[in-house]
């Protein structure tokens, strides 16, 4: 790969700084140096845009003020608060980690790499942003957001889905920080990839960089980075049962709990099954998705009698895209002996439990219309 001129590299550190100071926001857990929500922070921003992170940060740090409060709290109310947000083994991993800080480290997070990487859920990024930003030490922390801003800064046209590309802008950060600044470059970086230097239409007119911007220059700041095209979500097609309780039950929906292992493991649910031909749900026979459904439930020991389809819903996953079709139901009588991860709720129940959002979304639009 290229090398790069000090002087290039000296303006690019030296700017990038300065207009940081000058500019960055005010964000919540820029306020103190505090490990854990630095850690926290970071593990809610992976895949998740910093808006929408703020509300769920305030809610977990007044629910989990330390390390101890969420090795200690039951983990229905860690995926309780992290409702909506996604990728609910972050969370998981975050209590798991938290658990081995309190144990093996007193409940101050460690500020040596080997502790902090072996962390569960700890990669290499987050080892980075915490050792940086929290103990301004001059690790590298490079995600997506800083290989875009490198990649075109430098014009680097390696595919940065490769891992020796990663390795290589790692080294060149190493190299970018100036003495004593670590916490503030890193963040400035960052900084620079979510406000100037974004995917789309990079701001390169205000840029504090654009005067030595290779790839400006070259007229390549919208094609850079390279970047080999992940496998797009393999899609998915699932029959869902929204069984309304009779007798002692009416009024309230059938809900079940996953398994202890695997995709969302643990959240509640409304029972679904994978359609027989998936290919052609979308223009298959209602009345053949229901039957399945009723067939399905009754082999866990639960009657409904289907009725009519509700609503149409989707989500995706990192490597699944459900496409749903949601059947209104009736619970065939009143079952006392449900099997142990089935139980009927009303909506003030949805307080207690934590559902991944899409069905969320169908229980709030239904016990809003009920
Ligand atoms: S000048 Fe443009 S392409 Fe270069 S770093 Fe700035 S915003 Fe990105």
New binding site residues.
């Given amino acids: 790969m290229n090398t790069y001129s000090l002087e290039a590299k000296h303006y690019f550190s030296r700017e990038l700084l300065a207009w940081y100071n000058r500019s960055k926001r005010d964000l919540p857990w820029r306020r103190h140096r505090n490990p854990y929500y630095i850690w926290v922070s970071e593990i809610m921003l992976q895949q998740t845009r910093v808006d929408t992170v703020i509300p769920y940060f305030h809610r977990f740090i007044d629910k989990f003020p330390s390390i101890e409060a969420l090795a200690d709290a039951p983990e229905e109310d860690v995926l309780k608060c992290w409702e909506g947000l996604g990728y609910y083994s972050r969370a998981r991993n975050l209590q798991s980690a938290a658990r081995e800080v309190k144990e093996q480290y007193g409940g101050q997070v460690p500020s040596d790499k080997k502790a902090v990487s072996d962390l569960k859920g700890v990669g290499p990024y987050t080892t980075g942003a915490i050792l940086s930003i929290a103990y301004n030490q001059p690790e590298p922390a490079v995600d997506g957001n800083v290989m875009r801003?490198l990649s075109?800064?430098f014009l680097i046209e390696e595919d940065i889905m490769k891992g020796s590309t990663r390795a290589f802008m790692e080294g060149l950060v190493v190299e970018l920080i100036p003495e004593g600044e670590a916490s503030n470059f890193n963040q400035a970086l960052m900084e620079?990839g979510a406000l100037?230097?974004t995917p789309k239409s990079?701001?390169?007119l205000t840029?504090?960089?654009?005067e030595h911007?290779a790839?400006?220059i070259a007229g390549m700041?919208e094609s850079?980075p390279v970047k080999t095209k992940a496998k797009p979500p393999r899609p998915e097609y699932r029959a869902v049962a929204l069984v309304e309780g009779v007798g002692a039950e009416k009024g309230k929906v059938l809900i079940r709990q996953r398994p202890s292992e695997g995709l969302l493991a643990r959240m509640w649910e409304l029972p679904h099954e994978l359609a027989p031909q998936q290919a052609a749900l979308a223009g298959a026979d209602d009345a053949e998705q229901m039957d399945m459904l009723r067939g399905v439930l009754y082999e866990e020991g639960i009657s409904v009698v289907p009725d009519h389809f509700h609503m149409q819903a989707e989500h995706t996953f990192s490597h699944i895209h459900w496409n749903l079709r949601v059947y209104r139901c009736t619970a065939a009588a009143n079952d006392s002996s449900l099997p142990a991860n089935y139980r009927y709720i009303e909506a003030k129940d949805m307080e207690e439990l934590a559902f991944p959002k899409v069905f969320l979304t169908i229980l709030n639009s239904y016990f809003a219309m009920v």
């Fill in positions: 801003v075109r800064y620079l100037v230097c990079p701001q390169c840029c504090p960089v654009m911007c790839g400006r700041e850079l």
